[in-house]
């Protein structure tokens, strides 16, 4: 199985940062990669797949790079709406895995 | 509109049975696979199975595979989750998703509101 890595695993951070999540996958994916955001009692919500690709209807303040085995999220300008987890998750190959999520907190 | 709407969860007993459904609307439910994942209380998300659009080509996670059971009715837009001989450790809220294009991409979006399982005696 491909295991996803993510750091941090809790960042705070204030409106109008910027901020970057990594996560790694225990080996090569191509850009099978997705970033989800989820607010408590919450469903996830897909931000970016196939590494770069914004999902419609998400800001463009979201972005992501990467191929291979390392990703990046990054949230140009925190707004108070963002403040939540967000899990990276790989679709290169069965079983689908999910790193173990980043909790975005406000400093 | 995309909705998904998950029902069938509640309180089982450590190897009982449950089945959860999902019922689509809003696109065309055959072109497109759908899956389930599950979040522990307090945990992170955990892929269970995935279905084909056709319903010909199905995957599990080894933590449920010969326990669980996907399928899904395309004639009336329904996916559903046959989950039998439950453990404590299955307790979960089950989300089902839906792939973002025809084929199987294993990008979810939307999810469904959840429905919580709990095993417990």
């Known amino acids: 199985d491909i295991q996803m890595t993510q750091s941090p695993s809790s960042v705070s951070a204030s409106v109008g940062d910027r901020v970057t999540i990594t996560c790694r996958a225990s080996?090569?994916?191509?850009?099978?990669l997705a970033w989800y955001q989820q607010k408590p009692g919450k469903a996830p919500k897909l931000l970016i797949y196939a590494a770069s690709s914004l999902q419609s209807g998400v800001p463009s303040r979201f972005s992501g790079s990467g191929s291979g085995t390392d990703f990046t999220l990054t949230i140009s300008s925190l707004q108070p709406e963002d403040f939540a987890t967000y899990f990276c998750q790989q679709a290169n190959s069965f079983p689908i895995t999910f790193g173990q999520g980043t909790r975005l907190e406000i400093k | 509109e995309v909705q998904l709407l998950e029902s069938g969860g509640g309180v089982i007993q450590p190897g009982g049975s449950l089945r959860l459904s999902c019922a689509a609307s809003?696109?065309?439910?055959?072109?497109?696979?759908m899956s389930w994942v599950r979040q522990a209380p307090g945990k992170g998300l955990e892929w269970v199975s995935s279905i084909s659009g056709s319903g010909t080509n199905t995957y599990y996670a080894d933590s449920v595979k010969g326990r669980f059971t996907i399928s899904r009715d395309n004639s009336k837009n329904t996916l559903y989750l046959q989950m039998n001989s439950l453990r404590a450790e299955d307790t979960a809220v089950y989300y089902c998703?839906?792939?973002?294009?025809?084929?199987?991409?294993?990008?979810?979006?939307?999810w469904g509101q959840g429905t919580l399982v709990t095993v417990s005696s």
């Open positions: 809003g696109f065309t439910f055959s072109s497109f696979a």
């Open positions: 998703a839906k792939d973002i294009t025809t084929g199987t991409t294993g990008w979810f979006d939307p």
């Open positions: 080996q090569g994916i191509s850009s099978w």
